[in-house]
């Protein structure tokens, strides 16, 4: 989130700061009579404390948008994880079901069989355990790809929301940066512009004849 004015420009900003810093003399009150010492007193007080609120407000408004930045991440990281839940359970429900089926088709298949060996002999009944035997593990073998597919499933979707959730906290963090980066340079031009008002005021009382009285 860049600063808020389209006529603020962070880079024009710092780029005047660091040509007007060099300009800066010493201020001398020397010469000046008690009146034009007052008055520049006064001025530079005035102009320092304003200076002083500018940058304290400009500080508040970065904070607050840094904080919103960091509770707009805080927001969507938490629907990423509820909607990472949601699509983990879908995937167990329909592996559970999906099992079951295979239970279910399963015994029916056993017990038709089982009804047949009724009356066999033992010779049949055997063989026919037999094919019981293969049934259940054929199922069981389908039951056990099928939670293995839902277990591999669960884990992208978990991969997935671990990586979003690192590129919203990495958009938010360089989001900060650049507000930090902003207010540098906005208190930089701050700076500039009240040594500036201080320097005319300076050279304007500078210029003005001490009234004796």
């Keep these: 989130m860049a600063y808020a004015s389209k006529y603020y420009d962070p880079q024009k900003a ?20 008690d ?17 002083k609120s500018e940058k304290a407000d400009a500080s508040a408004a970065t904070k ?7 509770d707009r991440a805080k927001s969507d990281k938490s629907d990423i994880s509820e ?17 079951q089926a295979f239970t279910d088709a399963c015994k029916s298949k056993c017990d038709a069989l089982k009804e047949q060996m009724k009356g066999m002999s033992a010779e049949d009944k055997a063989v026919m355990k ?14 056990a790809d099928v939670t293995a597919d839902a277990k591999a499933s669960r884990s992208k979707v978990s991969e997935k929301a671990k990586a979003d959730k690192a590129d919203v906290s990495a958009d938010a963090s360089a989001k900060k940066k650049t507000e930090s980066a902003n207010l540098k340079s906005e208190k930089e031009a701050i700076t500039t512009k009240y040594d500036n008002k201080l320097t005319e005021a300076y050279e304007s009382i500078k210029g003005k004849k001490s009234v004796k009285k």
């Design 83 to 99: 909607s990472a839940k949601e699509a983990k359970a879908k995937i167990s429900e329909a592996a559970k079901a999906e099992r």
């Design 14 to 33: 710092h780029e005047y700061y660091e040509k007007n810093k060099k300009l800066k003399g010493r201020r001398s009150t020397k010469g000046f009579s």
């Design 35 to 51: 009146d034009q010492k007052a008055m520049y007193s006064y001025v530079k007080n005035d102009l320092k404390q304003r200076e």
């Design 130 to 143: 037999e094919k019981i035997a293969a049934i259940k593990a054929q199922f069981a073998s389908a039951k």
């Design 64 to 70: 607050d948008r840094k904080a919103a930045i960091s």
